[in-house]
């Protein structure tokens, strides 16, 4: 009631203007208020996505890499008879599987 007597106060001495200003601080005040929390939040979230990613996931990355590279390079030594006799062609299709993995992979490491 204090403020409500304050803002009216202030608008009939210094005119109508004055008083619809007089209520605005009022409500950025409130909104300052909840404003840390809303920042904090976003803080937060931003240190969370840019966490660096654990060391395993380095080596298993470029582990995936390597050993679709080795599957391809051992399939064309081998005139397609390793690593699986059984799949033909499709260990190819498993040597670009392994390295797109761990190119994939690639995008999630800060």
Do not use: H
């Not at 654990?54 to 051992?74: D, E, H, K, N, T």
């Not at 992979?105 to 800060?110: A, K």
Request: glycine share 10%.
């Amino acid at each position: 009631m204090s403020r409500r007597k304050e803002s009216d106060d202030a608008g009939s001495t210094t005119g109508a203007a004055t008083g619809a200003t007089a209520a605005t601080p009022a409500r950025s005040r409130r909104g300052r208020k909840g404003q840390p929390d809303a920042v904090a939040e976003a803080d937060r979230a931003v240190k969370r996505k840019n966490q660096l990613t654990p060391r395993w996931w380095i080596f298993l990355m470029v582990g995936l890499m390597v050993a679709g590279l080795l599957w391809i390079v051992v399939f064309y030594l081998s005139s397609a008879l390793l690593p699986v006799p059984g799949w033909d062609n499709w260990n190819l299709v498993a040597g670009f599987g392994l390295v797109l993995v761990g190119f994939a992979m690639t995008t999630r490491w800060r």
